[in-house]
């Protein structure tokens, strides 16, 4: 007898035929006498419904009120879920995020989750009933309806599964686990039955977008087993996110390759290098709210360097205006160049800790193909650099292959 | 400067258009230095979409599920209208009805409202915010979501005023006051500029479908002025329901004709007439769960008599399979006859307390043009008879013009 959390995104439950089939798979484990709570996503495409009609009438729609909004679209699944549960005859109850209450931070559309209230929940589990929670949402100390931002849900199931102390947090979702990378770029990609946090932070982070970065990070500090599963097929051992490294084992040295299309790179040529011009140059960009993801600066030559950084591509036009006509006249550097056709491929595991040359291996392995290597940037467990963007698909996999991450047959 | 709690319907918020219009008479009267509180009902065609959607996986819905999940119309609602002042620059915020909070029983689908909080409305009011209410709905003391049902956004309306003591409740519809009669009959039709709770009692029970007939209870017993006006046109004065009979000056003596074909008749021939007998038919009736509407009984003959009911034309099937099996043979009855072809036409005003011959004229009317009045039932403020179906328009309109209700050009 087991507690599991389970969650299930929008796809899962994208049509009250899919929502059934919830049920089934839920009816199934408590049957077996296991314990279930259930999180649940709104049906996929009402979220985006419900902002577009937000936008038709307020440009850029009111924080508070978005939340208000937007929070009904997992109201309905909750709902949904639990009647078709009780067409299984399965006790079933639901809550929305005030209702347990999920307690947050009053920041609108991007709330951090404070606490949790058990007792509703744990007095229903002892009675025998399968408790569903919408995710995403809660509810701030003036009771204001809140969101967790994008993807939250997950954020929802993990910060369950750590107040309730849940043996595991189940995320159900469209595929059946963490692949070394994406199989519709490297048919020969290969499921991993575990991955460690930091491995998984690093694939999440960087592209691999079956689950999200903040519940990934959640899971690690409170110790919660994660594991990634499929809602449409049955019963496979999906993918265990590991708080621990396999010590039973020899550790492949890498666990997956990670890749992105989505940013564009910015290079402010010729730049006076004397302390506090990094943040000359990045603070405007901050202060118009984009994100900055590589930042590269390397060694000056007559006290003149390069600086580097991507962003995300629909942030490119802004940043390089940004950077011209407030940065650039400014600080007196050269020239500001940039490009939005690049990718970023990253070589991801812990392994790489204790073995030297991964990154001189990649580096070879892309010349071979004569694949040019814009970007470089390291971190303990990863390796990443920016390419062409019509090398990326290349890139990976032959780094794929290079890496010995295929399909055993 | 007045305080008014205005509702507005479904048709009225029925997109974001219509959203945009109701934000732009809002803050109009906002802009006025006037209070308004808003109710809003969900946007027409939302609750049966989720009605469906409910039925979809479970054939009978839970009624606890149900309410969490119709709920969430309205939750829509009133975030689209208060972006929609937003974008006006009039200040807004908005409520459910678990977050004002309206408290009511735990009787969920048609809960009854118990209390309602008053500090957050009038702490914002105060801050010169419109505040925007979900209609419908409401919240039971152990913090579940139910619901008033159908039409109940206008007793949310009807209590807020109520509670918080507004000079007029608004209700704003897709018509622009009660009517005479229904204009689509009587083209002639006149808009009353006021009328009692008691005849709009009798005009909305007998089909007159503007306003629900419990918010109009409720406004009776609270005294709280109900305004019907028209959300489409501009600042027409539409109709005030008042608590009190106009006695500035002579009272009309018939306020208007209502009409209904939604109903049966049935009447049970040859009872032997003794004590319990109409309960001995009724009970078994209202055992189905089956309303019943007039109800006949004349003086008997040879300790036999004839008992008629009517009910609504969907039950009629249902009720005469009830009569025939479980009671005719019980009583010793002699025959159930009925038929579902009929109309009820009713003459409603309250000056005809002080009038006597309204029934009379009202027969004579009706014998001229040739039609049969098949049953009769009265009350203090009205008379109504029901007559064949085919006869219905034909006997409102000659109705309409013998009582003087026509318009004055």
Do not use: W
Not at 35 to 43: D, E, G, L, P
Not at 288 to 306: F, G, K
Request: charged letters at 25%.
């Amino acid at each position: 007898m087991a507690f599991y959390v389970q969650k299930y995104g929008g796809t899962s439950v994208g049509s009250t035929e899919r929502i059934r089939n919830v049920a089934r798979r839920v009816a199934r484990f408590h049957s077996q006498g296991h314990q279930v709570v259930v999180v649940v996503s709104a049906m996929s495409g009402e979220t985006n419904r419900l902002i577009a009609l937000a936008r038709e009438v307020q440009s850029n729609p009111d924080p508070r009120e978005m939340d208000v909004m937007v929070s009904t679209g997992e109201q309905v699944s909750i709902a949904l879920l639990s009647m078709a549960l009780m067409a299984l005859n399965v006790k079933a109850k639901s809550y929305t995020g005030s209702q347990v209450k999920i307690l947050t931070d009053s920041a609108f559309t991007k709330a951090r989750i404070l606490n949790i209230d058990q007792d509703k929940i744990r007095a229903d589990l002892n009675n025998g009933n399968v408790v569903i929670v919408a995710g995403f949402q809660g509810v701030d100390q003036y009771g204001n309806i809140t969101t967790l931002g994008r993807g939250g849900s997950d954020t929802t199931g993990v910060a369950l599964a750590a107040a309730l102390k849940a043996d595991e947090c189940q995320i159900y979702t469209d595929v059946d686990g963490i692949y070394t990378t994406d199989p519709r770029v490297v048919p020969e990609a290969r499921r991993l039955d575990r991955i460690t946090f930091e491995e998984m932070l690093e694939m999440a982070s960087l592209g691999s977008k079956v689950l999200q970065l903040r519940s990934v990070e959640f899971a690690g500090k409170y110790k919660v087993k994660l594991r990634v599963l499929s809602s449409f097929e049955e019963e496979g051992p999906g993918t265990l996110i590991t708080f621990e490294e396999n010590e039973q084992m020899e550790q492949p040295v890498i666990s997956g390759i990670a890749f992105n299309r989505d940013e564009a790179k910015i290079t402010v040529l010729g730049v006076p290098d004397h302390p506090g011009i990094a943040y000359q140059i990045l603070g405007p960009v901050a202060d118009a709210n984009i994100d900055v993801d590589m930042i590269i600066q390397n060694v000056s030559h007559d006290d003149l360097t390069d600086f580097s950084f991507t962003v995300h591509r629909n942030d490119f036009n802004n940043t390089m205006n940004i950077i011209r006509e407030k940065i650039q006249p400014h600080i007196g550097a050269r020239d500001v160049i940039g490009g939005d056709r690049i990718a970023k491929v990253s070589v991801v595991g812990v392994g790489m800790r204790s073995h030297a040359g991964i990154a001189s291996k990649m580096f070879r392995v892309l010349a071979e193909e004569g694949i040019n290597i814009q970007m470089i940037a390291t971190s303990e467990i990863k390796v990443s650099v920016v390419v062409d963007e019509k090398y990326m698909e290349l890139a990976v996999r032959v780094l794929h292959k290079a890496f010995g991450l295929e399909q055993v047959l």
